[in-house]
């Protein structure tokens, strides 16, 4: 998982890079999940490949900054509207033995809101970063757990 998640967002991100250093500016954007930033059971590798996005997202920030390339990483806390979390969270339920509705209750205590951030919360975030209302940002994570996580 760590090699294709690493390789994936290298190849794209340095090629988008090449082209946006064409025109002096753009945006890349990454997202990854609170695994990377907080352990968790039964995440293994996607844990860490989510830490290694976010180092990655710092270093490309760094080196392509002076072109008027920014790069946000977008942490989410999972969204439960997406096909991929929902078949994530009925693993889970399944594993701790518990009914998807409750490990839904239980899941969602641990963050401040008392909910996941639904699919067009993400997606709205992005369209900010991706703005020039957001220039002044880079290499940085941007915290989108619902208060999972604290900053």
Sequence with gaps: MLLNAMCSYFITATAAARHMKKNNSGVILAITANAGYNPYEYCGGFGIACAAVEAFCRQIAAENG????????????GSPDSP???????????????????????FVQKTMLKRLPLLNEIAGAAVLMSSDKASAATATVLNLTCGEIAD
């Design 66 to 77: 002076r072109h008027g390339i920014r790069v946000v990483c977008l942490r989410s806390a």
């Design 84 to 106: 991929s979390v929902d078949n994530a969270l009925n693993i889970h339920a399944k594993s701790e033995n518990v009914a998807r509705e409750e490990f839904d209750r239980q």
